[in-house]
């Protein structure tokens, strides 16, 4: 569930719109990450250069290490690299992310994300 969520967080193009972007991840995020996740990508100063410079962007993701767990979540440091595509060319980053999934039994989603430098337990 953290890297299906990793690959979709970092895969987007600039056509899409915020509510595009959250809809592909519906499955796998709760209904409260997708507001914070739609806000956060209709920004002003991320959608406007995103859109000027024609961004399209593929994310993968792995995880590199387990960070907090207890009865109802766990904590993934995910790594996820992304190859952005723009008017300027080709470029490539990776960040690292601690994704938490929560849930019971066989229903588990994405609850929350932050950089791996500001943790979340």
Not at 37 to 63: C, D, E, F, H
Not at 65 to 81: D, K, M, N, P, Q
Not at 94 to 105: D, E, F, I, L, N
């Amino acid at each position: 569930m953290a890297t299906r969520f990793g690959d979709l967080y970092g895969t987007f193009s600039y056509s899409e719109s915020a509510t595009g972007y959250v809809q592909k991840m519906r499955n796998v995020i709760t209904a409260q990450l997708s507001g914070v996740l739609a806000r956060a990508y209709a920004t002003p100063g991320v959608a406007g250069p995103r859109v000027r410079a024609k961004q399209v962007s593929t994310g993968t993701s792995s995880i590199s290490s387990l960070r907090a767990f207890g009865s109802g979540s766990i904590t993934f440091i995910v790594v996820i690299r992304q190859k952005i595509t723009s008017t300027g060319g080709v470029s490539r980053s990776s960040g690292q992310y601690a994704v938490t999934v929560a849930g019971s039994g066989g229903s588990w989603q994405v609850s929350d994300i932050e950089l791996a430098s500001a943790g979340n337990t």
